[in-house]
């Protein structure tokens, strides 16, 4: 059964629990995030069948964004609050990014043009992984974790721009349509 989640942001965008990801450990601090704690309300409808890999990863961003807001809205009247819905704006991040290194960045391997483009985005991938984990630790200051949060949404933009700007465009142009459709498929499980 696939299971795609309600946005919480204006409108409807598709959300993925895909099987590469069903339980994180975010800390050797043991905190632990399963896609059951997530305060989201969960529907079982599928995807739209025509959406390609393209549009589901950006949506995926468009909701990242969304989520980062309201979140930064959120420390802007109480920090204690925002920490404590960190962790399902954690797990967003993590899943999202472990479904586009499992599904999408194997196969746009084997395209010359994107070698060094595909290089920076794992290194990122890797780094803000680790950031997102590391702001799930109790030991940060306020001031530390809102430094950190502030930076986690920089290094998501401009891996964000980067992937929409440099990779999708070429990805588009060397992936066959019906490609693109089994790559969304594969991504939602």
Known sequence: MRVVM???????????????????????????LAPDDLTQERMTEPAEPTDTIFQLLAHEHRDLEARFAALHEMVATDVEDARSHYP?????????????????????????????????????????????????????TSSEWVRG???LAAELEQLIEREEAHVFPVARRE???????????????
């Open 88 to 140: 399902e704006l954690a797990h967003a991040i993590l899943a999202h990014l472990r479904a586009e290194a499992a599904v999408l960045l194997p196969r746009l391997e084997g395209i010359p043009t994107l070698e060094d483009v595909l290089a920076r985005s794992r290194i990122d991938h890797a780094r803000i992984e680790a950031d997102a984990r590391a702001l799930a630790q109790q030991n940060l």
């Open 6 to 32: 309600r946005s919480r942001v204006a409108g409807h965008v598709p959300r993925y629990d895909p099987p590469c990801v069903r339980a994180l450990t975010l800390s050797g601090a043991g905190v632990w």
């Open 149 to 151: 949060v502030r930076r």
């Open 175 to 189: 992936l066959a349509p019906d490609e693109s459709h089994r790559l969304a498929v594969a991504l939602h499980g």
